[in-house]
């Protein structure tokens, strides 16, 4: 089984030096330099062998209109273990808004390709490393990016 | 004369994105060396329509009609996998009557989905017609039970947070067993035309093969995983709904080739119904849904789950569904994504498909099972 997330934590900045963890309720939040280190931790270490990276998305929080402030991305990674059957480790990273770029995860786990090339897609995130990174669900060519907050879709009715 | 050293060139092929054997609007851009594959990639996205972005505007249960369309072969499944991450949102609990009626959907629709993804796959190999129509039949029953109780027969919209839209009608349980009763036996008709079929052997052994380790470093998961003999079913791992009840065994294949997967599914159909027939006899009565769940579902606008993030994730038929939702409090989902196993199995296809032939690439696609509904979404 996995130990709570305050022993994961404490694990994780044993094994990795130098890596601050913030914890959030179940959710580890990295700083993006660290995510390769600490994924290939994750994935050899003997007891959590967390070798399958099943889930890899992003959620949008665009500037607070009181606030101000540049908004953040942040990337959600859920990984499990198929060796021992466990999980999951909810792995986030905050990206700034305007320039949010993130190492790939491909070097340490494949089934990262599709879903990062998703979340470039749709969320606009660079992904520094990967090797094929271009649009999968839209069109070559295509402008903006949809699943953003502040996306305004086309309006089809309007007369052409 | 024939002269000694023949020059040659690589040709560039695109398949698709119309054409019966990509199972749907899918392309694969392939370059080849004679009739061998040197580099495939997949294109896709022609039915994008950006389902997430949609459940974002809306509320909860209203994207439960368009979970429906994402794998149109599995509505049941998909509306399982939406109802358990809203569960676990809001922390509901589902009646038992509820929690059985769901296992019989969610393995009937299984039964269903490798029924027919083998009768396509037999269409890919050039068997077309027989076995295709033999799969469609025994489909077509188990489609108007999902009629019968739902209304609809692929576009079921039926299970809900808290139990089912509705409870079965009168003499469904009968009809039910009918069917699963039946149903052995034309498995084992089924295998009488193909398991042993030489001409099936040659197409499929050894085509397609998928290492262990690349499986699960590459996310697969569902019969394509188990068929290269991990035994990872979320089933089982997670004991998600009442599965830690019922017995069944996770068949596992030995190579990963096309025809373990199609063996895999065999078993796993036969697994499931060791599972419905367990269900059948343990239903109880009681109501289907739990009151909190009903009055949800009458006033969908009122539901406004805690702050808060919930990933929900089943065995759907093709792998892991899962349901990743961020809740702001208000009567919306602030995030909905969903984690659709054929997008994410489609990402080996190049790998397995590398120094095969060109006809295979077809078989080895339609050995993954994806549906472009899912892919796209």
């Known amino acids: 089984m996995l130990p709570p997330a305050e022993e994961l934590k404490a694990a994780i900045e044993r094994g990795v030096p130098g890596t601050v963890v913030t914890l959030d ?18 994935k050899s270490h003997p007891e959590y062998q967390l070798d399958y990276a099943s889930n890899v998305t992003a959620v949008d929080y665009p500037p607070d209109p009181a606030g101000g402030g540049a908004g953040r991305i942040e990337m959600v990674y859920h990984l499990f273990s198929m060796a021992k059957k466990h999980g999951p480790v909810a792995i986030k990273v905050k990206l700034p808004r305007d320039n949010p770029r993130v190492p790939s995860l491909v ?32 069109w070559d060519g295509f402008q903006g990016y949809p699943m953003r907050k502040d996306y305004v879709p086309e309006n089809q009715d309007a007369p052409a | ?66 979970t429906d369309r994402l794998d149109y072969f599995s509505a049941m499944s998909n509306n399982l996998g939406l109802a358990i991450a809203i569960e676990q949102l809001a922390g509901l609990d589902v009646t038992e009557r509820g929690q059985y009626i769901r296992i019989l959907m969610v393995e009937l629709t299984r039964l269903v989905n490798h029924t027919a993804v083998t009768g396509f796959l037999l269409n890919d190999m050039g068997a077309f017609g027989t076995p ?26 039926y299970i809900r947070p808290g139990g089912v839209r509705e409870d079965l009608p009168d ?28 001409i099936i052997r040659q197409r499929t052994q050894r085509v397609g093969v998928l290492p262990k380790e690349l499986a699960v470093n590459a996310s697969v998961t569902g019969p394509l995983l188990r068929a290269s003999g991990v035994d990872y079913d979320i089933r089982k791992v997670d004991g998600y709904a009442i599965y830690p009840r019922f017995k069944f065994k996770v068949p596992l294949g030995q190579i990963g080739d096309v025809y373990d997967r199609y063996y895999v599914r065999i078993l796993e159909m036969r697994e499931s119904l060791k599972i419905l027939q367990q269900a059948l006899k343990e239903i109880p009565g009681g109501p289907a849904i739990s009151p909190k769940g009903a009055a949800i579902g009458k006033a969908p606008r009122t539901f406004r789950p805690p702050k808060g993030e919930a990933y929900g994730r089943i065995e759907a038929p093709k792998g892991e ?15 909905y994504h969903v984690r659709a196993p054929s997008f994410v199995n489609l990402t080996i296809l190049e790998d397995m498909c590398l120094g095969h032939k060109i006809a295979d690439a077809v078989v080895i696609l339609g050995s993954i099972d994806i549906v472009l509904g899912e892919v796209d979404r």
């Open chain 2, 1 to 66: 004369m024939l002269s000694p050293a023949v020059e040659s060139d690589f040709l560039e092929v695109s398949l698709g994105p119309q054409h019966p054997s990509t199972h749907g609007v899918f392309r694969m851009q392939t370059v080849l060396d004679g009739e061998t594959i040197v580099s495939l990639k997949p294109v896709m996205g022609y039915l994008h329509r950006n389902h997430e972005q949609l459940g974002e505007q809306m509320t909860y249960i209203a994207s439960f009609p368009f």
């Open chain 2, 132 to 157: 295709l129509l033999y799969a469609f039949r025994e489909r077509e029953k188990i489609l108007d039970l999902f009629e019968a109780a739902s209304g609809s027969r692929m576009m079921c919209n």
């Open chain 2, 321 to 335: 569904l899962g349901f990743y939702l961020v809740s702001d409090g208000s009567n919306q989902p602030y995030r």
């Open chain 2, 171 to 198: 003499g469904w349980l009968e009809g039910a067993k009918a069917i699963v009763d039946h149903y052995p036996q034309f498995l084992d008709q089924f295998e009488t035309l193909l398991t042993e079929n030489e």
């Open chain 1, 107 to 138: 070097p340490v786990y494949r089934g990262a390709e599709f879903q990062e090339r998703e979340v470039f897609d749709l969320y606009g995130v660079q992904f520094d490393g990967h090797p094929d990174l271009r649009r999968i669900l839209m």
């Open chain 1, 25 to 42: 309720g179940p959710a580890l939040y990295l700083e993006p330099q660290a995510l390769l280190p600490v994924c290939r931790f994750l």
